[in-house]
């Protein structure tokens, strides 16, 4: 099935700075969701958008669906070492299907 | 709200024996389920959606016969693997998104199960 590109692919930072990752598709959506997960768990969800255009926060955390509906944006700001983990982006068109298509992920190594 | 439980949460079996692994939502109900696969430090793999009171809808190279998919109820899905092989043995996930108005997409994940195959 489709995939989403996701980038950056990995990311080691200094704790205390700013993150950012995007996915990109190829094909429009109308809910854009990004999800964090830990090693040996299920994902967990952080932020859904709905609406092109649409900023979201949650705590430290903000998203974007893109104006373009193709693509969204995650950024973490201040990171600490518990923002480590492996983020992945998901793209549902409604109008078109009930399968969500997943980003390749971004993996964050936070330093302390 | 919007949990997902999984179970077994860690599988060992040996090779040629069936497993079944337990998808449910514990505080809503949902008409449809996700199965993935997940290899190490890789995304998700959509092996299959699961519909409740319907025959599950497997995407392109998933044997069907292989990989059993029973849509229960609204709130539980299983996923069987049957004569189960080492190259079986991976993460399995399972999602849920809650029966809604239309307006709102959301898909909750279970915490996974990982299966090792002997």
């Known amino acids: 099935g489709q995939q989403l590109n996701q980038s950056p692919q990995s990311m080691f930072i200094q704790e205390g700075e700013d993150v950012s990752m995007n996915c990109t598709s190829s094909?429009?959506?109308?809910?854009w969701l990004w999800y964090k997960q830990d090693p040996g768990e299920g994902p967990v969800l952080l932020i859904a958008?709905?609406?092109?255009?649409e900023l979201t926060s949650n705590g430290r955390l903000t998203a974007q669906f893109g104006i373009t509906r193709k693509d969204s944006f995650l950024n973490i700001s201040a990171s600490i070492p518990s923002d480590v983990g492996i983020y992945f982006c998901a793209g549902l068109n409604s109008n078109t299907g009930n399968q969500f298509y997943f980003g390749t992920g971004t993996s964050l190594t936070v330093i302390p | 709200g919007a949990v997902v439980s999984q179970h077994p949460s860690r599988v060992i079996c040996k090779s040629g024996t069936s497993v079944k692994i337990e998808c449910r939502s514990l505080?809503?109900?949902?008409?449809?389920m996700f199965w993935y696969r997940q290899f190490p430090k890789k995304s998700l793999m959509l092996m299959a959606t699961s519909n409740e009171g319907s025959k599950a809808t497997y995407e392109q190279g998933v044997e069907k016969d292989k990989f059993l998919i029973n849509h229960a109820s609204l709130t539980l899905s299983t996923l069987t693997v049957t004569s189960a092989h080492p190259e079986d043995s991976s993460f399995y996930i399972c999602?849920?998104?809650?029966?809604?108005?239309?307006?709102?997409?959301?898909?909750?994940f279970g915490p996974g199960t990982r299966l090792t195959v002997l």
């Open positions: 958008l709905y609406k092109a255009g």
């Open positions: 505080d809503f109900q949902a008409t449809t």
């Open positions: 094909s429009i959506f109308n809910t």
């Open positions: 999602s849920a998104s809650p029966i809604s108005g239309g307006l709102y997409n959301e898909q909750f």
